[in-house]
Structure formats: structure tokens, C-alpha cells
């Protein structure tokens, strides 16, 4: 036989004698090139749609989220579920894990569950305290630095520098120091000791964006 069907027939054959030499169970080419490739679902959606779509498909990440919820959840919740109030105290100082005292009780005879779970509360007001601060404060900063740029970027990332010389629970210190002791103001210290980090991270973002083809276009029609 000879021909197109003679060639036909070859070709056949040589993709039977590929599939034969596979061996069982190992991926195929066409399998790999189908893992690695984009979640185009995730690449299609924009702003915060995009990035929650992103988040998801990190394991560690979720499981972060989930512990830092049922954290939050229970501190908001502790005067419901606590099984004692806070600074109440018993007759059993230092008791071992009892079915009074889940997780027994303190030199002072307060019960250790109840004292957590109330400690909670303070705990995140003042993380969320402190980084919200750090946050606000080193946007404004990285914005005006990147935006402006010039002798306005130079003086803020200089006085930037000056503060990451410091030592960030020295300059936490000094803070506390002058306006007094207390939650709220060791909050603020240790949101001064972090604002240049956000202030740098942010200066780079506004700096990347001011190279946009988008920008250089608004630019040339004459916006300022």
C-alpha cells in the first residue's frame, strides 16, 4: 500500500507506539503544561475581586484568616462565654484543670479561660490600634515622597532614615516617655517605630505608578 493512505497508516502507528512506551500513571506533557498554567478565572477579575481570588488559593494565608477570626470573635464575645466575669476570683489559687476551671486559675484564684479571653480584647484593640496608625501614618508619607518627588521626596525619606536608625522598642520608649504611660500611647510609639516601613513601601508603589504608560498620556494632554 502506498499513498496518502500508506502515510496515514504510519502516522497511526507511531502514535500507537507512543502511547504504548507512556508509562501508567506518569503525567502527560499536555497534563503539566495544563497545571502550570494561569488560573485565568483569577487573571479576568479586577480590583478587590482579583486579589481575594489570589488570597484563596493561598492555604497558609486562609488558614491565618480563619485563626485570627475565631480570635476576634471570641474576644468580642467573651463577656457571653466566659465562664467567669473578669477579676472575679475564687478560693483556688493556682487549681490545676478542673471542670470548674477549664484551664485552671492564677495565684489570685482568677480563672485563667476567662482572664484570656478577655485579654483578647485588649490585645487586638491594640494591634489593630497600632498598625492602623502605622499604616495611615506611612501612606501620607510615601504619597506626598513619591507624588511630589524632588526636594519634598529627599527631606521625608531622609527624616524616613533617621527613624529606622532607632531601634523600634527604644523609639517606642521615648514615645511612652513623653506622653505618659497607658495602652493608647504604647500604641502610637509602636506605631511610630513602624510607619517607615509603610512609608517606603508605599513611596515605591507611587514611584512605579508615576512610570505607567497611562500617566505619561494624561501627562502629554496636559494633566498636572
Not at 494565608?61 to 473578669?86: C, F, K
Not at 515622597?145 to 529627599?154: E, K, M, T
Amino acid at each position: 500500500m502506498s499513498g496518502p493512505d500508506a502515510d496515514d497508516g504510519r502516522r497511526a502507528e507511531e502514535g500507537r507506539s507512543t502511547d504504548e512506551r507512556r508509562v501508567p500513571g506518569a503525567p502527560h506533557a499536555t497534563d503539566a503544561r495544563r497545571a502550570d498554567a494561569p488560573d485565568t478565572d483569577a487573571d479576568e477579575l479586577h480590583g478587590w475581586r482579583r486579589t481575594w481570588a489570589r488570597f484563596r488559593r493561598q492555604r497558609t494565608a486562609m488558614t491565618g484568616l480563619v485563626v485570627v477570626v475565631v480570635l476576634g470573635l471570641a474576644g468580642l464575645l467573651a463577656p457571653v462565654i466566659a465562664p467567669y466575669d473578669q477579676g472575679e476570683a475564687s478560693s483556688d489559687f493556682l487549681d490545676g484543670i478542673s471542670a470548674d476551671h477549664w484551664l485552671g486559675t492564677d495565684p489570685i484564684g482568677n480563672d485563667t479561660l476567662s482572664q484570656m479571653l478577655f485579654g483578647i480584647r485588649t490585645s487586638l484593640f491594640a494591634s489593630l490600634l497600632a498598625v492602623g496608625l502605622a499604616v495611615v501614618g506611612g501612606a501620607l508619607i510615601g504619597l506626598y515622597s513619591g507624588y511630589f518627588g524632588g526636594r519634598v521626596d529627599r527631606l521625608l525619606m531622609r527624616c524616613v532614615d533617621a527613624f529606622m536608625a532607632f531601634p523600634g522598642l527604644l523609639m517606642a520608649m521615648v514615645v511612652v516617655g513623653v506622653l505618659g504611660t497607658g495602652v493608647v500611647n504604647a500604641m502610637i510609639g509602636l506605631s511610630v517605630a513602624f510607619v517607615p516601613a509603610f512609608a517606603r513601601l508605599v513611596r515605591g508603589q507611587v514611584l512605579a505608578v508615576r512610570e505607567e504608560a497611562f500617566v505619561e498620556a494624561a501627562q502629554v494632554v496636559g494633566a498636572r
